[in-house]
């Protein structure tokens, strides 16, 4: 893993791949804290706002998640971890306009 980009992490993460061609790299930590350091740094870009998951209801009612104007914190990002809430981070920082990530969910009627 780089330590110049990373820092020194402790416990079991890896760099799982390399795609210099995006400029990007995926991180695999398996240590609680560091896991939880990792997800803030890679994949939080907005830390002032996120979503939850809404209750079955309202995912049937057409809200599956709720925004809170509430901190992306380690807490959270910890109880996201561990199964207890599911959450949606905003990619695009307001202060910047910048992303630290882009993420697609393609589903098909058939074979693609």
Known sequence: MDEEKYGKIEGSCSLVQDGPQLGIDIVACKQASDSVEAVMDLFVSRDDAHAIQGSHEEIEAGRAYLKVDAPVNTG????????????????????????????????????A
């Open 76 to 111: 959270l990002i910890q109880d996201h971890l561990d199964g207890k809430v599911t959450i949606e981070v905003y990619s695009i920082s307001p202060k910047t306009l910048t992303t630290k990530m882009v993420a697609w969910d393609l589903d098909t009627a058939g074979p």
